[in-house]
């Protein structure tokens, strides 16, 4: 099916719970937390997204989307960190939610270059991860989170001057 293996299939399923997982977070909580069952899911979703992605090889050996895999594991492991430490310092609370972010953002790069390159069957949307269409799209995907990130940055300086911790 769309030129797919079982294993990419697997993965895919894969990254699709860990997307809504990340989706209901932000629509719930207006951030994605650990300490959210849903977040939970897509951190954990997300991090078998990557290790499955890593023994994918449809483009040839190691390339981009390892890289990507493996910067994805980092963000979440910095964002953890932060999170399990943000009463600690102020700063944690940014990093951790912003991290989060940062990372669903991420999963939008291989899923719009995977299934543009593939759908519709016969004369895909893309016609490789370097179209310029392709580019453009992830383009519009990064304002997008960039102007989530102002958002959730607004809101945890709001919430630290409610509190009175500024």
């Known amino acids: 099916m769309l030129g797919m293996t079982i294993f990419g299939m ?26 959210t069952k849903s977040g939970r899911t ?3 979703f997300t991090v078998a997204t990557c290790i499955t992605g ?44 912003l991290g989060y972010s940062l990372t669903f953002f ?5 899923g719009f270059t995977e ?13 490789g991860p370097e179209d310029p269409a392709l580019k453009i799209l992830v383009g519009i995907c990064f304002l997008i989170y960039l102007a989530g990130a102002a958002v959730q940055a607004t809101n945890i300086r709001r919430a630290h001057r409610l509190v009175g911790t500024t």
Do not use: C, D, K, M
């Open 10 to 35: 697997l993965h895919t399923a894969i990254a699709l719970v860990a997307v809504a997982g990340g989706l209901l977070a932000l629509v719930r909580h207006g951030e994605i937390s650990f300490r």
């Open 42 to 44: 897509y951190v954990w």
């Open 54 to 97: 890593l023994f994918l090889f449809h483009h040839g050996g190691f390339g981009a989307p390892h890289v990507l895999a493996i910067t994805t594991l980092i963000v979440l492991a910095i964002a953890y960190l932060a999170e399990t430490r943000a009463s600690q310092r102020r700063l944690s609370r940014y990093v951790a939610v």
């Open 106 to 110: 991420f999963h939008f790069i291989p």
């Open 115 to 127: 299934t543009g390159t593939r759908v519709p069957v016969g004369h895909p949307a893309f016609s």
